[in-house]
């Protein structure tokens, strides 16, 4: 049986919901969870090696950063064969296919974009912050969904990396680069950085009680600066 079970797709509000739906499951059924760094997923196997005796108790991993860079494929072909360990990712850049590829035997749980998602999405630009609360209200799942945050400021960093002239890594097609570009014309840099530092200091304050408002009412403030 494989150990690695994968969520994917550009709907990252659902596939994230998901992800962490199954983590408060296995919770709830017993298992000690892991969340996962870059370095801890590189170093799994060695920290495995020494930890025999802490696995009297069900345990599973979870990592949100993706399928990644090659180094990060061998290390999670390496488990999708030959682990024992229970690990669960998040990724919503990589392709279906490439990731069955990689994969074959994982089960892959994919969330298609929804229209709505993508009209929000596609239509973040200046001047445009009424229309963004309206579509917002849409796809929000309660006052503090963080699915739809993390889909929002992945959106806003990939316009910034253009507007510097960088592409993002996220970015593999030219039709997805060249649809990305042409919204990215509409903003100056500045209000690109500026929109990403407000959504930086937003998560801050949800994680550190920082802030009297909850996370809708601050994105609310941000879209009526637009």
């Known amino acids: 049986m494989t150990m690695i079970h994968i969520f994917a797709g550009e709907d990252e509000i659902n596939a994230r919901k998901a992800f962490l739906q199954k983590k408060e499951e296995l919770i709830g059924n017993g298992y000690a969870v892991q969340d996962l760094t870059d370095k801890e997923l590189l170093t799994l ?3 495995l090696s020494r930890s025999q005796d802490l696995f009297a108790q069900k345990k599973a991993f979870f990592y949100d950063r993706g399928i990644g860079d090659k180094k990060r494929k061998e290390v999670l072909a390496f488990y999708d064969k030959d682990s024992t360990i229970e690990l669960y990712i998040l990724d919503t850049t990589t ?23 993508f009209c929000f999405l596609g239509g973040l630009s200046p001047q445009g912050g009424k229309v963004a609360v309206t579509q917002m209200q849409q796809l929000l799942h ?30 593999k097609q030219a039709w997805q680069l060249g649809r990305l570009q042409t919204q990215a014309r509409k903003w100056d840099t500045q209000s690109l950085m500026s929109f990403y530092e407000s959504l930086y ?23 009526s600066i637009l």
């Open 45 to 47: 196997d060695s920290w």
């Open 201 to 223: 200091r937003i998560e801050k304050n949800a994680k550190t009680s920082g802030s009297t408002y909850n996370l809708k009412q601050s994105l609310e403030i941000v879209f």
């Open 95 to 117: 392709y279906q296919t490439e990731i069955k590829r990689l994969f074959p035997t994982a089960p892959v749980t994919f969330f298609a974009p929804s229209e709505t998602g």
């Open 142 to 171: 309660g006052d503090q969904d963080f699915g739809f945050f993390y889909m929002l400021r992945k959106r806003v960093r990939e316009l910034l990396s253009i507007s510097l002239g960088h592409q993002p890594a996220s970015i």
